[in-house]
């Protein structure tokens, strides 16, 4: 599996909860995750949204993702358009609902990564090729089980695609 896309920072790498996500004024009121989608980090900044572009990276440190373990977090992130997230540690509940609503999270070093930087990621060969800096970098292998998530697109469409869990051994 390859993604290709921009990448996309904010002002805060570590530590980004999933209040800063998608703020929790919009958790209840809104069941829609393309309308989710419109708000993502908007109290950290607020144009974030409207600079996106289908196929792009958020860009962080670590600990992506902590906070509350409402699925709304990663479920609006992939509504924006995002390929995946590329960070170094991620919350392992953010982790687990990312994967199951078939959200690809990348984990290696990201500090030579910038905003706007040119992004190729080849989850099969284990790299991720900054076509900006012309640099390569090693990421995180996947486990098998979540790359077949990722492939079906999610637990739900992998479940209706197999009329169960169907995982290779």
Do not use: W
């Amino acid at each position: 599996m390859t993604y290709r896309g921009k990448a996309r920072r904010l002002a805060v790498n570590d530590n980004l909860n999933t209040d800063y996500v998608i703020s929790g004024r919009y958790k209840f009121k809104i069941q829609d995750p393309k309308e989710l989608a419109k708000h993502i980090f908007e109290d950290i900044c607020p144009d974030f949204p409207s600079r996106l572009k289908k196929g792009d990276f958020i860009v962080a440190g670590e600990n992506f993702g902590c906070g509350s373990s409402r699925e709304q977090a990663p479920q609006s992130i992939k509504a924006a358009g995002i390929s995946a997230v590329i960070a170094k540690s991620y919350a392992r509940i953010f982790y687990r609902n990312a994967f199951n609503i078939g959200l690809a999270l990348i984990e290696c070093n990201t500090d030579t990564i910038e905003e706007g930087d040119s992004i190729e990621v080849d989850l099969t060969k284990g790299k991720l090729v900054n076509k900006t800096k012309k640099d390569t970098l090693r990421i995180k292998p996947i486990p098998s089980v979540m790359m077949t998530l990722l492939k079906d697109g999610g637990v739900i469409e992998h479940f209706r695609k197999n009329g169960g869990f169907r995982f290779a051994t």
